[in-house]
C-alpha cells in the first residue's frame, strides 16, 4: 500500500465522513508545515522569524480548495449558494465558536475591566469576520503590544471569510456571463498584487491586513484551480520538478524572511509561490507520497484548523499573566493547545462535518456565533462586567499628555518636538524617549507654578535611545534616528543652557535588540563589547557639550521590573483583594544597579549631573509598587504611572533650575 493511499485511509478514520472521495492526504501535510511555522514562531519568534509566512500557505491553500470546488459546480451544473456557505459554516463555526468562548471566559477570568471591554471588541470583531480591519486601525506606537491580544491571530481568518463571502458570487457571475476565468484571475491577481507594493511604502498595516492587498496570494489558488479543470494536461508533467522547487521556495521563505522585511511585497512571493507550486505537483511526486502524505503529517493537517485558533490564545493569556514565557512554560502552553485541538477536532468539528449534517445544525452554528457577537457588544460596553471589575488599573500612557496638549497629535507622523511653556526665552532641551515623556505633565506643572522658570522642549520619541551610532531594525523606530540628529544640532541653540539626556537604559543595554554600528560593523548593544563602544559614544557627546559650555543632566532610567507591572501576575490571580494592596514592594535585578553605576561614572566622569529615579522609590533593591493609598506607581513593569508622576516625581523638579 503507497503512502498516499494509507493515509487517505488513515485520514478517513480519523475523520469519519469527513473528505468527499477527492481527497488528497498531500494538501493536509502542506496544512502541517503552514500550521507548524506559524506556532514555532509564535512561541519562539527568535529560533524562527519567518515561520509567520504560513498564513501565506494558508491563503494559497484556501484559494485553491474553495476555487476548485466552485468550478466543478459549475461544471457539474449543481452549484447551490446554500450548499456553498453551509458547507463553510460547518467547516469554520464549530472549532470557532469553542475558542471564542474559551477566551471569554477566561478573560473574564484574568483581565482587568478596560482590558476586558477591549477583548469585547475584539470578539466581536472576530465574529463578523472584522478582525483584520479593527487591528489595521489600532496599530502604531500607542497600542496595546500585539501579544496581549488573545484574537490577534484571527485576522487571517477573516481575510479568508471576506474572501469566501465575494468570491463565489463574482465567481458565479462571471461563469453566466462567459468572462473568460484566466483573463479574470490574472486582472485580480495583478490589481492585488500592485496595490499590495504601494501599501507596503504607504501603510504597511494595510498591506499586512488588507484583503485588497492580500488576496492575490489567494487568487494565486484560484489560478492553479483553473488550470486543473481547464488545462490538466499542463500539470501532467514534472511534478517532481515543481514539488520540490515550492518545498525549497518555501523553506527560503521561512528561513530567510524577516519580521523587519517588508511584508507582503515581493519577500511574499516565496510562500505563495512555494505553495502554488508544491499544490500542482500532485499527490503522486515523491515529496507529497513520501513527506507530505505520511499519516504525522497528515494528522497535524487534519488538527491545523483548530490547532491555529487555539494556539494563540494560550500563549497570550499566558504573556498577559506571567508577563514572560520561558521555555518550559511556552511548552506547556503549546501542549495545551495540542491537547485543545484534538479534542476538538474530534468532539466538536468532527460531527458537524460529516455529510449528514442537516439544517437544523448549521442554523444553531449561526445562532451560536451571533450569541457570542451579542456577548462581544455587551462586553464593549460594559454590560458584562470582569471578574476584576476595576478602573484603577492605569490605562493613561506616557504621552497621553502630550496628546491632550497637541491638536492633532500623531506620534507616528509628526516631528516628535514638543513645547513646553513655549513663550519662555530660555528652555530646557530634553533629548530621550518614553522614559521622559513620563514626566511632562509634571514638568508642565511645576513651568507652569513660577514664571520665573525657563520652558522645556522635549526632542523625544517611543523607543528612541539618545546614543548616536546606536539603531534597531524595526520600522516602528526608522523616524527616531533624524530626530536624534536633530536633537542634537538643536542643542547647540544658544537658547537652551540646560540639556537633560534621559532614556531606558536598562532596557537598551540589559534586554532589547538594539545594535551599535561600529564602522559598518554591528554590535549588539546587550554584549561587552557594543556597552562599551555605546557608552563611550555617549560621554563624548556628553563631553562635547560640556565644553560648549551647556549644564548637562543625565537622567538614569526607573527601576525596571516584571513585578512592578500593576497588571502582572500577582493582581490577576489575587482573589482576595478588590484593590491594589498598600505599600507593595518588590525586588530589582542587581543588574540595574550595576548599570546605573556604570551611568553615575560615565557622566560625572564627563563633567554632567546625575539624577537617578531610583532613590525616590527604592530603598537598596527593594522598591515600592504602590501607594499608601494604593495607587499603582507604575502602568506597566519599565513606565511610571502618569497619575502618580503629577504629583510625587519632585525629582525631575531640579532639571529647570
Request: glycine letters at 8%; charged letters at 20%.
Amino acid at each position: 500500500m503507497t503512502p498516499s493511499i494509507a493515509s487517505k485511509k488513515y485520514a478517513v478514520r480519523a475523520g469519519g465522513e469527513l473528505h468527499s472521495d477527492k481527497y488528497r492526504a498531500y494538501i493536509d501535510g502542506i496544512r502541517a508545515i503552514a500550521v507548524s511555522s506559524v506556532m514555532v514562531s509564535h512561541a519562539f519568534p527568535k529560533a524562527l522569524p519567518g515561520g509567520f509566512v504560513g498564513v501565506d500557505i494558508f491563503f494559497v491553500i484556501s484559494g485553491y480548495l474553495i476555487s476548485l470546488i466552485l468550478m466543478r459546480d459549475f461544471q457539474r451544473n449543481s452549484f447551490s449558494i446554500w450548499h456553498f456557505y453551509n458547507r463553510r459554516v460547518r467547516r469554520i463555526f464549530p472549532a470557532l465558536i469553542a475558542t471564542l468562548l474559551f477566551i471569554v471566559m477566561f478573560g473574564w477570568f484574568c483581565l482587568f475591566s478596560p482590558e476586558f471591554i477591549a477583548l469585547g471588541r475584539h470578539i466581536s470583531g472576530a465574529t463578523l469576520f472584522s478582525e483584520n480591519f479593527l487591528l489595521w486601525n489600532e496599530t502604531g506606537y500607542f497600542d496595546v503590544a500585539s501579544t496581549l491580544k488573545p484574537t490577534l491571530h484571527l485576522w487571517s481568518l477573516a481575510i479568508e471569510e471576506q474572501f469566501y463571502i465575494l468570491w463565489p458570487m463574482l465567481l458565479y457571475v462571471a461563469y453566466k456571463r462567459r468572462i473568460n476565468f484566466a483573463l479574470l484571475f490574472v486582472v485580480l491577481a495583478g490589481v492585488s498584487f500592485a496595490i499590495n507594493l504601494y501599501e507596503i511604502h504607504a501603510d504597511p498595516a494595510a498591506a499586512y491586513y488588507s484583503p485588497f492587498g492580500r488576496s492575490w496570494e489567494l487568487m494565486a489558488g484560484a489560478c492553479l484551480a483553473y488550470i486543473q479543470t481547464s488545462h490538466p494536461s499542463l500539470l501532467a508533467r514534472h511534478g517532481n520538478f515543481r514539488s520540490w522547487a515550492g518545498l525549497a521556495l518555501i523553506v527560503l521563505g521561512i528561513a530567510f524572511i524577516r519580521p523587519e522585511n517588508p511584508f507582503p511585497g515581493f519577500w511574499a512571493l516565496l510562500p505563495t509561490f512555494g505553495s502554488a507550486l508544491l499544490i500542482s505537483g500532485g499527490e503522486e511526486a515523491w515529496a507529497s507520497r513520501h513527506i507530505l502524505s505520511t499519516a504525522p503529517m497528515v494528522w497535524c493537517g487534519l488538527i491545523s484548523y483548530p490547532l491555529y485558533l487555539w494556539h494563540w490564545p494560550f500563549l497570550s493569556f499566558g504573556l498577559i499573566i506571567f508577563g514572560a514565557l520561558f521555555i518550559k512554560k511556552t511548552l506547556v502552553c503549546l501542549f495545551a493547545a495540542i491537547v485543545a485541538a484534538t479534542l476538538t477536532f474530534l468532539f466538536i468539528e468532527r460531527p458537524f462535518r460529516v455529510q449528514k449534517s442537516g439544517r437544523k445544525k448549521t442554523v444553531g452554528l449561526i445562532a451560536g456565533m451571533t450569541s457570542i457577537l451579542a456577548c462581544g457588544v455587551l462586553i464593549s460596553t460594559h454590560a458584562v462586567a470582569a471578574r476584576l471589575n476595576r478602573f484603577d488599573l492605569p490605562t493613561r500612557n506616557e504621552f497621553d499628555f502630550l496628546k491632550e496638549r497637541t491638536p492633532g497629535f500623531d506620534e507616528a507622523n509628526s516631528r516628535r518636538i514638543y513645547h513646553l511653556g513655549p513663550e519662555r526665552p530660555e528652555s530646557v532641551l530634553f533629548i530621550g524617549d518614553s522614559h521622559i515623556a513620563q514626566y511632562t505633565a509634571r514638568l508642565d506643572k511645576v513651568i507652569g507654578s513660577d514664571p520665573r522658570l525657563p520652558g522645556a522642549t522635549l526632542a523625544i520619541g517611543g523607543g528612541c535611545i539618545p546614543i548616536e551610532g546606536v539603531t534597531e531594525g524595526t520600522p516602528m523606530f526608522a523616524k527616531c534616528w533624524p530626530l536624534r540628529d536633530e536633537a542634537y544640532k538643536m542643542s547647540e541653540q544658544s537658547k537652551f543652557k540646560t540639556v537633560v539626556i534621559g532614556g531606558a537604559w536598562n532596557i537598551y543595554f540589559l534586554l532589547a535588540d538594539y545594535v551599535y554600528n561600529d564602522g559598518g560593523r554591528q554590535i549588539e548593544l546587550a554584549s561587552a563589547q557594543g556597552r562599551a563602544a555605546a557608552m563611550l559614544r555617549l560621554q563624548q557627546r556628553i563631553q562635547k557639550l560640556v565644553r560648549s559650555g551647556k549644564r548637562v543632566i543625565l537622567l538614569l532610567d526607573n527601576p525596571n521590573s516584571d513585578s512592578f507591572n500593576p497588571a502582572g501576575q500577582a493582581n490577576r490571580l489575587d482573589f482576595t483583594s478588590k484593590n491594589f494592596r498598600s505599600n507593595s514592594t518588590a525586588k530589582i535585578d542587581a543588574r540595574e544597579i550595576k548599570l546605573n553605576q556604570e551611568l553615575y561614572d560615565l557622566a560625572r566622569g564627563a563633567g554632567a549631573r546625575v539624577i537617578d529615579p531610583e532613590g525616590a522609590v527604592c530603598v537598596g533593591m527593594i522598591c515600592r509598587t504602590t501607594t499608601a493609598n494604593g495607587q499603582p506607581l507604575y502602568r506597566d513593569y519599565n513606565h511610571f504611572n502618569p497619575d502618580w508622576v503629577i504629583d510625587h516625581a519632585n525629582f525631575i523638579d531640579s532639571t529647570l533650575e
